[in-house]
């Protein structure tokens, strides 16, 4: 994977022809996984009753419908490539068209925006993960909850760490450690993650995850994270800070991947939200 992919290349008739791919496997019964098309906001749209049913909720069977279209954007100065998604696991897909792409390299960091925890987790046998195998890719996407794709993801060893910014832990010095997979847990407001994007932005070696390039990092937020505290902080501007801080992060970064989170936030709210992280 050392060879330079174009990203005009991956797009013909701006459709992504690495994630087309994904229409030949089959999916879970009733659930769509809807075209990756290259282009901005404005395409990036939720229309009620598309029948694009993205999530099923597993202890009733409830699905519920997503974006029309996934949208391969740009972000920020440096026009970093972002994904708009629905569902959370399809982060999957972009992450590994990157890699094909050469805009992030394997043994990234992921910083992850989410109010829900990632410890809960299907444990799947990825030796030799490929992220140009469509088949393993797909499974990995499709077969665990979207909440719990993150961990299966470093067990192939794409990501080497996870910084969970969870919007319930406010204090500025509390964080909780999962060593055996380099996941730690914070508040958008901590001294960690601060301190993680100052090393970042200096080239200085950070203490968990040494010296961290743009291809070394991956932003991926979850829009259902604003459903927790959202209300309750509003008039201490917990949207406002938390979008600032989603930006910086997103500056810095090798690929970003923003998910709707269906059956989590209501999909027309999730989309005023995407639209002004990236506005």
């Known amino acids: ?37 290259l ?17 099923r909720r597993a ?19 440096r026009e970093v490539p972002t994904y708009l998604l629905g569902s959370h696991n399809n982060a999957c897909f972009g992450w590994c068209e990157g890699l094909v792409e050469c805009c992030i390299e394997r043994g990234f960091i992921i910083i992850h925006f989410d109010q829900r925890s990632h410890g809960d987790y299907t444990r799947m046998d990825y030796t030799k993960f490929d992220p140009r195998n469509l088949d393993q890719v797909y499974d ?38 999962d060593v055996s997979f380099r996941v730690i847990k914070c508040g958008y407001k901590s001294v960690y993650l601060l301190e ?22 991956v932003v991926d937020i979850d829009i259902d994270y604003f459903e927790s505290g959202s209300e309750r902080d509003a008039k201490r501007g917990f949207i406002r800070r938390s979008i600032s801080v ?4 997103m500056s810095l970064a090798g690929i970003n991947t923003i998910a709707t989170s269906p059956g989590f936030i209501n999909q027309r709210r999730a989309i005023e939200l995407v639209t002004r992280i990236m506005k």
């Open 140 to 177: 990995l996407a499709t077969t665990v909850e979207p909440g719990c794709f993150i961990y299966p993801v470093l067990e192939t060893g794409l990501a080497c760490g996870m910084v969970h910014v969870c919007p319930d832990m406010g204090s500025e010095s509390e964080q909780t450690r």
């Open 39 to 55: 282009g901005d906001l404005s395409d990036f749209t939720f229309t009620p009753g598309n029948n694009l049913l993205q999530y």
């Open 1 to 37: 994977m050392n060879e330079i992919v174009r990203f005009e290349d991956l797009y013909p008739s701006r459709i992504s022809k690495y994630y087309a791919e994904v229409t030949a496997v089959s999916s879970k019964p009733g659930l769509v996984v809807p075209q990756l098309i």
């Open 196 to 217: 993680l994007l100052h090393c970042i932005r200096t080239g200085k070696s950070h203490h968990d995850f040494g010296v961290i390039t743009s291809k070394s990092l």
């Open 59 to 77: 202890e009733t069977g409830q699905e519920y419908e997503g974006p029309d279209v996934f949208v391969r954007t740009s972000f920020g100065r």
């Open 246 to 249: 989603m930006r910086k992060t």
